[in-house]
């Protein structure tokens, strides 16, 4: 029978969430590698018992551990994140130029094809991969060196490269995109890269339509429909149907646009999936009320849903790696909060349950469908 | 034999119960002792000293006879009492965060 298996990054370490295909009984296992944060854990489509996970910390850096069998054993892999040739400067929050430091990994993208190949999205922002599942890191260096880098700034959580898309259709398209610098696409496997920003409004930097220095947060695509895609800026959803040549808002009737996660169903192109939060200084559900909100047209008109979700006095977040659907029939849909509650929908949204209340932030979310 | 006491969290990656006992060639400095440390346990590479630079990490200090060392020299000589194996060398988390 098929089932799911969802991979949460937390604060305090990972936790493996797993149920039959009917997704209503959950087994957890966990904390594996307890007190460390984990920013993110992902699982090879090609081999799904392959998973990757950044395991860091303040005091002693970076380690990626890998796992051969569905996350019951762990193997530490390579942990050798050293950019190209001399890293030279980007813009600081005054303005100054300061040294690229690398300081951790935000997000692993394991390759469609190949399960030793994996893309990692670090801070400060740059673009790694390894071939050889994760024993050996190399920086594709024509993204930070294409011309915008010494000009990118961070965003409040710092100049993290969190987004990383791969094109199905076109194996050498790749989507990255980085707070706050924006969104970018390269059409040779990562070897060049060019800036996607055109249409996005940002009225932190001094021209708000500039190049770069948007805050994206994170950007999403369907499979059978790459060239659309979705995006979660600092405030404004937008929508691209050209790959990112060009985008336009679909805020739409949504009650803030501001927010950090954004997911489109597994069957549905135009359904899609987004969290608002109050503002940017404020990091919550508008009127305490923790509300999904999803569109059955590709944005514009959003309709929200509530059951089985705290509609009084909640004030939890939810950040941008902390949501993911599976393929079942009906879609599933799941997000963690910072207040560590994972909730779960298999009915598509209409109905929410939560998978666990109590563990620590959460900071990343993958589900991952089981034949 | 050099003895090393490390932090929980680098016991457990290094999946070591107690302290760890090095042979050091030549002289004994926070040097020497680092690099035997991470040639027995390839791990601990990048989570005391950066791998590039080999530069202390912000948060790491080092300890030893009752003495902060993190300050001291990488070819600095370590005291005698931890050359000759009588006293730890203390790699400790410094005291930040929750």
């Known amino acids: 029978m098929s089932g799911v298996r969802v991979l949460v990054g937390t604060r305090k370490g990972a936790f493996v969430l797993t149920a039959d295909g009917t997704r209503r009984r959950w087994e957890v296992s966990g904390p594996h590698f307890g007190g460390w944060e984990i920013y993110h854990l992902k699982g090879s489509p090609a081999d799904p018992d392959r998973l990757y996970a950044s395991q860091t910390s303040g005091w002693f850096g970076q380690q990626v551990q890998r796992s051969n069998d569905g996350g019951k054993t762990w193997t530490p892999v390579g942990n050798r994140f050293v950019y190209d040739g001399v890293p030279g400067t980007h813009q600081w929050y005054d303005g100054t130029p300061h040294p690229w430091e690398f300081k951790r990994v935000w997000h692993f993208e394991p390759s469609l094809a190949d399960p030793d190949t994996v893309y990692a999205g670090v801070e400060d922002a740059a673009l790694f991969r390894t071939t050889d599942g994760g024993a050996s890191w190399h920086e594709l260096s024509g993204l930070r060196g294409h011309g915008t880098g010494p000009h990118w700034t961070p965003g409040a959580g710092g100049m993290c490269l969190h987004t990383i898309l791969q094109d199905p259709s076109q194996p050498r398209r790749l989507y990255v995109a980085i707070s706050a610098a924006g969104a970018f696409r390269s059409e040779d496997a990562g070897a060049s890269w060019k800036p996607i920003n055109r249409g996005l409004r940002s009225q932190h930097i001094p021209d708000p339509e500039a190049e770069i220095g948007h805050c994206v947060h994170r950007i999403a695509l369907h499979r059978s429909r790459p060239g659309t895609l979705f995006m979660q800026k600092h405030w404004d959803v937008m929508r691209s149907d050209d790959g990112g040549d060009v985008w336009r808002e679909v805020s739409g009737n949504l009650p803030t646009d501001f927010g950090f996660p954004i997911e489109v169903h597994a069957h549905e192109p135009e359904t899609v999936y987004v969290i608002p939060i109050k503002s940017d200084s404020e990091h919550y559900p508008p009127d305490g009320k923790l509300r999904v909100y999803r569109s059955r047209s590709g944005g514009d008109e959003w309709e929200a849903l509530t059951k089985g979700l705290p509609q009084k006095d909640c004030y939890v977040n939810v950040l941008r790696d902390a949501s993911s659907v599976d393929s079942l029939d009906p879609c599933g849909i799941y997000f963690g909060t910072t207040g560590g509650q994972v909730y779960a929908s298999a009915d598509a949204g209409d109905s929410w349950a939560p998978v666990v209340r109590d563990l620590p932030a959460v900071l990343s979310v993958e589900a991952q469908t089981l034949a | ?98």
């Open chain 2, 1 to 98: 034999m050099i003895v090393v006491a490390l932090p929980t969290h680098l016991r457990t990656l290094a999946r070591v119960d107690g302290d760890v006992a090095l042979e050091v060639e030549g002289p004994v400095t926070q040097g020497s002792v680092l690099d035997a440390l991470e040639a027995s346990y390839p791990v601990l590479r990048g989570t005391i000293r950066d791998q590039v630079t080999l530069k202390r990490r912000p948060f790491i200090r080092f300890f030893a006879c009752r003495r902060d060392l993190s300050h001291e020299a990488p070819d600095a000589p370590l005291p005698e009492a931890v050359a000759s194996g009588a006293e730890p060398f203390l790699v400790v988390g410094a005291i930040a965060g929750g």
